[in-house]
């Protein structure tokens, strides 16, 4: 009877925990579908025949069309707004990570009056809304001649991103032991050789996770990219994708077409680094 009453618990106990990696599974794969079906659905409307597109109910295509990416790659200015989002976003990169790493060194290694008021003071502006910052960068950008020139964006996004990657960074630096600086400074290294040769490689996993994620924003910001460019010169793509316009309808397949090229580039920017954004992440996450 024992051993009869043990089995019966074992089989209980088995499907319990079948029953729970079934609803998990189950759970997770619908959170993927709810997360992945917007683009997906983008995706296909850039793909349908113009007079599919508003047919209700929606509707599958019955036959693909490619004419919307060719008018936003070839008959339009959207490659010449990627190469600019590129390129600021990418100078944002090289601006703000050094800066935010050279902070978050001081901030971590070193002891002095007014570091909780350095905190709080990022704190509050990494907290203010971009509306309420956009009269004054525009009337200070306006008096430096600096409206639709793209230093006016890497400035502004700098100082938008900086808070995310100097936290970012402050955390990943916690967890490299202080002893290795005290060991390099008793070797002969001043604070910024010990900076250089030991604490910049060893938080290379969280630099890189900085950067990705200071690049997305940049590439996806708005507010900031509609009110200090005013031509195709300097347009972002955030910017030229809401500026699509048609004579007497709204080229929704063209806007579509331009959505997924925006998207693509990041998807596959991710791909690439997604181990060092998730290490990055979790940094300070679990302490030993």
């Known amino acids: 009877m024992a051993i009869a009453s043990a089995n019966v618990m074992q089989r209980n106990a088995a499907n319990a925990s079948m029953m729970k990696k079934f609803v998990f599974s189950l759970f997770f794969i619908l959170a993927i579908c709810w997360s992945v079906s917007p683009f997906l659905w983008v995706f296909l409307t850039s793909l349908k025949p113009t007079f599919q597109i508003m047919q209700l109910p929606p509707v599958f295509p019955d036959t693909y069309s490619l004419d919307a990416y060719r008018n936003v790659l070839i008959k339009s200015h959207f490659p010449r707004y990627l190469l600019n989002s590129f390129f600021v976003s ?13 902070g978050a060194y001081g901030v971590s290694r070193f002891s002095f009056r ?10 509050i502006v990494f907290a203010l809304p971009s509306i309420s ?88 910001e708005f507010l900031f990219a509609l009110t200090f460019t005013l031509d195709e010169s300097s347009r972002l793509a955030s910017v030229g994708i809401a500026l699509f316009q048609g004579t007497f309808e709204i080229p929704w397949g063209d806007i579509a077409a331009a959505s997924v090229v925006v998207t693509f580039p990041l998807l596959i920017f991710l791909m690439f680094f997604q181990k060092y954004v998730v290490q990055g992440l979790t940094s300070g996450a679990v302490k030993g």
């Open 90 to 102: 990418l100078s944002t990169v090289c601006a703000a990570i050094p800066l935010a790493l050279l």
């Open 114 to 123: 007014g570091k909780t008021v350095i905190f709080l003071m990022i704190i």
């Open 133 to 220: 910052l956009v009269a004054a960068l525009y009337k200070l950008f306006h008096t430096l001649g600096w409206i639709n020139l793209p230093v006016s964006l890497v400035c502004s996004y700098c100082a938008h991103n900086f808070p995310l990657a100097f936290f970012l960074m402050v955390k990943y630096l916690d967890k490299i032991p202080g002893e290795m600086d005290c060991a390099a400074l008793i070797d002969g290294c001043t604070h910024f050789q010990t900076f250089r040769h030991i604490i910049v490689p060893l938080s290379a996993p969280g630099i890189i996770s900085s950067a990705v994620l200071v690049f997305i924003f940049c590439w996806n």
